[in-house]
């Protein structure tokens, strides 16, 4: 049957144009016929038989004009299961004029590209409702108080259940245990205690089960049963099985007129467990987008004629002159007319040291403006910005599936479908060729197959090993954000790490003070006391190296900068000269050998300075941002472990080559923007490399969400915290080894719980099905079923409660308090 699809075109100019995008779309494969609209900027494109919009965007393009495509994404209350999100992905694409969907289970939201003229978003959305979930509207305050609500819910749903459940389980062990049996029958007989079971497992059937019917039903209405109907099926047969059995329980052969209300309970209350450990394990997916939002100025004081206007930053237009004053954050990005200053930009570049701002310099939206006033023209405002980019990454990367979800959503859409044809073939079977009475021996084995299959073990192979993993991983003081970060940390093959406050501290610190005349404290009393009076991160860090010493600051009679040189001034009398070598050039002081020394500092990645008293060479300052305590350690137990190892940073090539030498990493790449770590990241999975990215600022947010696996350093800020889907809580990078051997040990528990939870139920089908029947006369009875499904459950649960007992072969770290600064060498030559 033909479909049409409409497809709007930006870039149409003349009928040349239009003949061009008709032979384009012609060209492609199915297409009968396609007809184009300059004066609506529309294209009607007629398939044979199934369109593909993405065909057709795609041959758009390459004729050079812009399909107008856009992106939604849609909160969606309800899946709880692979099955859940391959049926809302299926649903979704059916939709003619749907390029791209993807469903994430954990973020619980769709992502859709879409050709608007061909379906809306409320189309969308009733699709989604169609088919049997919730669409949400996407507000930030909606969103939080649905999760808030559906986690409260969940609870006492369980809670509810448990309370019940827990006496129903009393009563049915009662009757199985000798000893407690004749107890049990003293006080009421037999079928007294199953009525009671009946009245305690009602309300936990269908109350605090009530999601798994309206879940399971949908299922099935729409021909795609999942993990829903299983659990509604299974529980509801030992349900209405228990029910027959106590009303009429001369219909069932001898011996199993029984009861099963323990089993419908526990099922119910198990999986909404399960459930409820999910939900807690999702976390708060969208706070990073939310912070990063927050870094946005609600204002922009503007210059309007003679006028300084205060609008609202949506106000704000290109070719606005913008004042920010010392302490704002500036609103967009632009250009500086007027005014110098110095800029904290780490957000954007990573890096410490703010950037000297003046006439015709660029700043950024988002930045901090330090200590002087600027006024500058706006070049890009709203969606243009650099930190709306940057959201926009990491919303990107976020809605990606991760390929061991995919894996796991075809498994389950597969087993479910499988487990139910089983059980009709086995009613049928029975039904058909079964002793007298047929109807019962059906009933029986159809209720074992359920039973035998019930999804329980297989809902809690991963949120318990999950849950089990972040503990311990929070033990060893790594935060294990997302739990899927657990799975695929394990197949990671390549670490790319940021270099500022990651493998370094990310402050400037005085790593040394080498004293070529006079009295070590002296000198650098007199130097910190020039210094003192400059606002340049590196002068601060020298004043820092001082009183970390607990030198008193004498005070200057004179001081003179020297603008692009350094500082002259007098302090007890002496005359004191501070600054680089080319102002040691312009005073006539020879540098002589210190020269050398100097030159071996800059080649440690370290800013060397020279200090004179009274026109003679006095010391050579060295001012750093230094490695961190363990960083080289770290790498080298990562490059035991077969890991690839690079360095990933927005500094300067020089400094990023010396650094790395120190920590011995051979791939360097440098001078690297924002965009760019993300786009690095992103060649390295096309060349087929699972990759962990390790940074702490802003700047690494779009990399770390990008990365296979995003690890943040707990020092960092908090924005790389929330990307990341691993935090480094005591910001050493020994943590990431620590980290990566406990996610091979979860990976390796969560398969053993899968192989455990499938290959156990599959194996017990038949015998459930009564495939030994002919040949012992056996049967599995459904108490052994259910008890058999409870043992798997088990034994799902004790195997991952034994990652309690990992114990990391890493190097120990600190257990106390996140390390301090390094110590400073000052050293006397």
């Not at 228990?242 to 001898?254: C, K, M, Q, W």
């Not at 990005?333 to 954007?348: A, K, N, P, T």
């Not at 939870?757 to 038949?766: D, S, T």
Request: hydrophobic share 45%; charged share 20%.
């Amino acid at each position: 049957m033909a479909e049409r699809v409409d497809i709007i075109i930006r870039g149409m100019s003349c009928a040349s144009c239009v003949g061009r995008v008709e032979r384009a779309l012609m060209k492609q494969p199915g297409v009968s016929d396609a007809q184009v609209n300059l004066a609506t900027e529309k294209a009607t494109v007629v398939f044979e038989e199934r369109a593909n919009p993405s065909q057709i965007a795609h041959a758009v393009e390459e004729a050079g004009y812009q399909p107008v495509i856009e992106t939604a994404e849609i909160p969606i209350i309800g899946m709880t299961c692979g099955s859940c999100v391959s049926r809302v992905e299926r649903t979704i694409e059916k939709l003619p004029g749907i390029i791209q969907s993807s469903v994430n289970l954990t973020t619980q939201k769709a992502f859709v590209r879409f050709l608007p003229d061909a379906v809306t978003l409320p189309r969308i959305q009733h699709a989604i409702r169609d088919a049997g979930y919730e669409p949400q509207d996407q507000t930030e305050n909606a969103q939080t108080e649905r999760e808030d609500r559906e986690g409260i819910q969940l609870r006492n749903k369980v809670l509810i259940a448990a309370a019940f459940t827990i006496p129903v389980v009393i009563i049915a062990m009662g009757k199985m245990i000798p000893a407690l049996e004749a107890i049990f029958t003293s006080i009421m007989p037999h079928r007294g205690w199953m009525g009671i079971e009946w009245l305690l497992t009602t309300p936990v059937q269908f109350y605090a089960g009530a999601r798994f019917y309206r879940a399971g039903f949908a299922e099935l209405r729409h021909a795609n049963p999942g993990m829903n109907s299983l659990v509604m099926i299974g529980s509801s047969a030992a349900y209405f099985y228990s029910v027959a059995a106590l009303l009429i329980p001369g219909f069932f052969p001898a011996g199993t007129a029984e009861s099963y209300f323990e089993a419908a309970a526990v099922i119910v209350t198990l999986i909404l467990l399960g459930r409820y450990f999910e939900h807690v394990a999702k976390g708060r997916t969208s706070e990073a987008i939310k912070k990063l939002l927050q870094l946005q100025a609600k204002t922009a004081r503007v210059i309007r004629g003679n006028d300084m206007v205060e609008v609202l930053i949506e106000a704000v237009v290109p070719g606005d002159r913008i004042q920010t004053r010392p302490g704002e954050r500036i609103p967009v990005d632009g250009i500086v007319e007027e005014g110098h200053s110095y800029v904290d930009e780490s957000m954007i570049s990573g890096e410490p040291v703010p950037v000297a701002k003046q006439k015709d310099s660029e700043v950024v939206g988002g930045t901090i403006n330090k200590n002087g006033a600027l006024t500058f023209r706006a070049v890009r405002v709203g969606t243009d910005t650099v930190l709306s980019q940057i959201v926009k990454m990491v919303e990107s990367a976020q809605a990606e599936k991760p390929p061991i979800q995919k894996l796991a959503d075809k498994i389950a859409g597969i087993f479910v479908p499988v487990v139910l044809v089983i059980a009709m073939i086995t009613f049928a079977v029975w039904l058909g060729f079964g002793p007298t009475p047929a109807l019962a021996f059906a009933f029986v084995t159809t209720v074992s197959v359920l039973l035998i299959a019930c999804p329980c073990a297989m809902g809690l192979a991963t949120p318990t090993a999950i849950m089990v993993g972040t503990g311990k991983g929070a033990e060893m003081g790594v935060l294990f954000r997302k739990g899927a970060a657990l799975e695929t940390l394990a197949k990671v093959d390549t670490i790319v790490l940021d270099k500022t406050g990651t493998l370094t501290r990310g402050r400037p610190e005085l790593t040394d003070f080498v004293v070529l005349e006079g009295q070590e404290n002296e000198v650098l009393r007199w130097v910190a006391a020039v210094e003192a009076q400059s606002e340049h991160p590196i002068a601060e860090a020298i004043v820092r190296g001082a009183q970390g010493r607990g030198l008193d600051l004498p005070s200057i009679s004179r001081f003179q900068a020297e603008p692009g040189f350094g500082i002259e001034a007098e302090v007890d009398g002496h005359k004191l000269n501070v600054g680089a070598d080319r102002y040691m050039s312009l005073l006539g002081i020879e540098l002589g050998k210190a020269e050398g020394r100097a030159v071996a500092l800059a080649r440690e990645a370290k800013s060397p300075l020279y200090a004179a008293i009274d026109g003679k060479l006095a010391a050579i300052i060295a001012v750093a941002d230094p490695l961190k305590e363990g960083s080289v350690e770290a790498i080298e137990s990562l490059k035991a472990q077969g890991l690839n190892v690079a360095m990933l940073t927005g500094d300067n090539r020089a400094t990023a080559k010396a650094i790395a030498r120190q920590v011995g990493i051979q791939q360097v790449l440098a001078e690297v923007l924002p965009d760019q770590k993300a786009n690095e990241i992103k060649r390295l999975q096309a060349e087929g490399h699972n990759t962990a990215f390790v940074g702490d600022g802003i700047n690494d947010a779009p990399a770390l969400a990008q990365a296979n696996v995003g690890i943040a350093i707990g020092t960092g800020t908090d924005i790389a915290i929330e990307a990341g889907d691993v935090v480094l809580m005591r910001g050493d990078l020994r943590g990431i080894v620590n980290a990566t051997a406990l996610s091979k040990r979860t990976r390796r528990t969560i398969l053993s719980n899968f192989a455990w939870a499938y290959g156990y139920n599959v194996a017990l089908i038949p015998v459930a099905a009564g495939a030994l029947y002919p040949f012992t006369g056996f049967l599995l009875n459904p108490i052994l079923a259910a008890a058999a499904m409870s043992l798997s459950s088990i034994f799902v649960l004790a195997n991952s409660l034994r990652l309690r007992r990992f114990q990391p072969n890493s190097p120990r770290l600190p257990t106390g308090p996140r390390p301090g600064s390094q110590a400073r060498q000052v050293r006397h030559a």
